[in-house]
């Protein structure tokens, strides 16, 4: 008999999530680890032992499902359990993952590519005119709201409330870095170190608008690169299939993407 019940919190599920970290061919992605956290957290039971947990989100997409290997020879009648329930219409799914992509190929309906997941390949090149003179310096406190400011002005759409909140993290946790030449911000870059993960760090760039196309992004990259491996650290990052430029910048800093989030319909 399968039974599945919402967890009563994340700490609920603390162990199956290793299990399920642990599993994968390649690191989870920082962001859509936060998503998958964000989302419905509920635990699979048969015949009354734990057998594995799956993330829902809003829009009825399974974002993780873990089977713990005991249990792995049921997974598929695990998996029919979880896909029978209403409100389940699809799935966000990493290649990295082989078990729960593999169920969803099983019965996809249709699936496109949705995130490039990169990997740190070789050095690259981190040309930018004027670069050696510029500085990547830790973002602090006090320039909190002026940061706040840029990146709103600079991105494509408007992040809403939660960008103050996110970046005073960030900051809080010296992850957060300014890419200054005479003074004047070019971009900033994010270096999200996993608690779950480690030694991986999520790394993210936003340039200002009117010097896009000089080489700020993969000058950004390479820098934090250089952090990252100073600090004994593996740098990743992604970026969504329709993100052509940061495609281009990705690449040039020496990373190769050797995975994909794949968007699955039931």
Request: glycine share 10%.
């Amino acid at each position: 008999m399968i039974e599945i019940a919402e967890a009563s919190s994340a700490d609920d599920l603390a162990d199956l999530r290793r299990g399920y970290l642990a599993s994968l061919a390649a690191p989870l992605d920082g962001m859509w680890e936060t998503f998958a956290a964000m989302g419905r957290q509920l635990e699979l039971r048969s015949a009354g032992e734990r057998a594995g947990y799956f993330s829902l989100n809003d829009a009825g997409q399974l974002l993780q499902f873990h089977v713990a290997a005991p249990f792995e020879n049921a997974a598929a009648q695990l998996f029919a359990a979880v896909i029978a329930r209403d409100g389940v219409r699809g799935a966000m799914v990493s290649t990295a993952d082989p078990l729960f992509l593999g169920l969803c190929l099983d019965i996809q309906q249709a699936l496109r590519m949705h995130t490039f997941l990169y990997q740190d390949h070789h050095r690259g090149e981190a040309a930018l005119e004027g670069g050696a003179e510029a500085s990547l310096d830790a973002v602090e406190a006090g320039e909190l709201e002026a940061i706040a400011g840029f990146q709103r002005d600079s991105l494509e759409q408007d992040p809403g409330d939660w960008l103050v909140g996110y970046l005073e993290h960030l900051i809080g946790r010296h992850e957060l870095y300014a890419l200054r030449l005479e003074g004047e911000i070019l971009g900033t870059g994010e270096a999200r170190v996993s608690d779950s993960q480690p030694p991986f760090v999520d790394l993210g760039v936003i340039t200002v608008r009117r010097h896009r196309g000089r080489g700020v992004a993969s000058h950004v990259l390479g820098r934090l690169k250089q952090l990252c491996y100073e600090r004994e650290l593996v740098p990743i990052c992604s970026t969504t299939v329709e993100n052509a430029g940061s495609m281009r910048a990705i690449a040039k800093a020496g990373f190769v993407s050797r995975h994909r989030i794949l968007e699955v319909a039931f």
